[in-house]
């Protein structure tokens, strides 16, 4: 085999860079080097009222290798605070990169929600009066709180209105174990009938925030439509609450 003759090479070995730990053990050996200054200095003054062995030549010394330690305390401080706020703008900036990706991913899925919804309207499965319940979903606020959205289209629209109502009834179990329903209008403020109206030709979305009684578990949700008029006609869902989404 080939020999190459050459230089020795030492092994090299690559270690991470840590400029807070770098920082960390400048400053150690700084406060060591500060203790000792300042033992030295006290201990020779100390021994010097009583053994007058203390010059001032060394006095002279040791107050100015303090004062230099001193300088290295404060350069090395404000290399800390240069580092703590570069560390500082790094995970701002990193957590503005992780808001922007939530806001694309957010406005991603409104689109093909968008498509999804012109889709059905325009190109509609078996749909007879039109009327459809698109969608009932639900976002947890906090506690008992939720923000909901109920979606109504109009399949294969032909751009005639379509007029009714809906209505919404939540079933679920209290801290007794019990059954009990409410309507939408019970649990949330945004919702002034029991019956809500609809009227349009395409798609109408109902929204607001639902607030449920301390201690109640929402279990099913039952959504009733009808419309009058010449396409009159009824559609009913029932969705268990732990998967409400599209319909």
Do not use: C, K
């Not at 500060?34 to 053994?51: A, I, K, N």
């Amino acid at each position: 085999m080939a020999r190459v003759n050459g230089s020795h090479i030492d092994d090299l070995v690559v270690v991470p860079h840590r400029p807070w730990s770098l920082l960390l053990a400048r400053l150690a050996s700084v406060a060591v080097i500060v203790g000792l200054v300042v033992g030295s200095f006290v201990y020779g003054r100390t021994d010097g009222l009583q053994h007058d062995r203390v010059t001032g030549a060394q006095l002279n010394e040791l107050r100015a290798a303090l004062s230099e330690a001193q300088e290295s305390v404060t350069m090395l401080r404000q290399r800390l605070t240069i580092v703590e706020r570069g560390a500082e703008v790094d995970r701002e900036a990193a957590e503005q990169v992780r808001r922007t990706n939530r806001n694309l991913r957010d406005e991603i899925a409104t689109l093909q929600q968008e498509v999804r919804l012109y889709r059905e309207v325009m190109a509609p499965e078996d749909n007879g009066v039109g009327l459809a319940i698109d969608e009932f979903s639900v976002e947890a606020l906090g506690g008992n709180r939720y923000r909901f959205l109920l979606m109504m289209t109009h399949a294969g629209s032909d751009g005639t209105w379509l007029e009714g109502s809906v209505g919404v009834n939540i079933t679920g179990e209290n801290e007794q174990g019990e059954r009990e329903v409410y309507t939408l209008m019970d649990v949330s403020p945004d919702i002034d009938r029991v019956d809500i109206r609809l009227r349009y030709r395409y798609f109408q979305d109902i929204t607001g925030e639902i607030t449920f009684p301390e201690g109640f578990i929402p279990q099913q949700v039952r959504i009733v439509a009808q419309v009058t008029g010449n396409r009159a006609g009824t559609r009913e869902a029932e969705l268990d609450w732990d998967e409400l989404g599209d319909i």
